[in-house]
């Protein structure tokens, strides 16, 4: 739905849709040893949509 795409990246903090690339990062983190003591949070990955 291309069409939407600007309407919603206008209404971001960072003025962008995210994409696969970004929310990755984000997963990748999660997953690694390194957040091991992270438990039963809620992460918002919107780009900044309810700033």
Excluded at 13 to 39: F, M
């Amino acid at each position: 739905m291309q069409e939407v795409v600007p309407a919603l990246a206008a209404r971001t903090g960072l003025g962008q849709v995210g994409g696969p690339g970004d929310v990755g990062g984000l997963i990748a983190t999660l997953v690694s040893d390194e957040s091991r003591w992270v438990t039963a949070q809620n992460v918002e990955v919107s780009g900044g949509l309810n700033l």
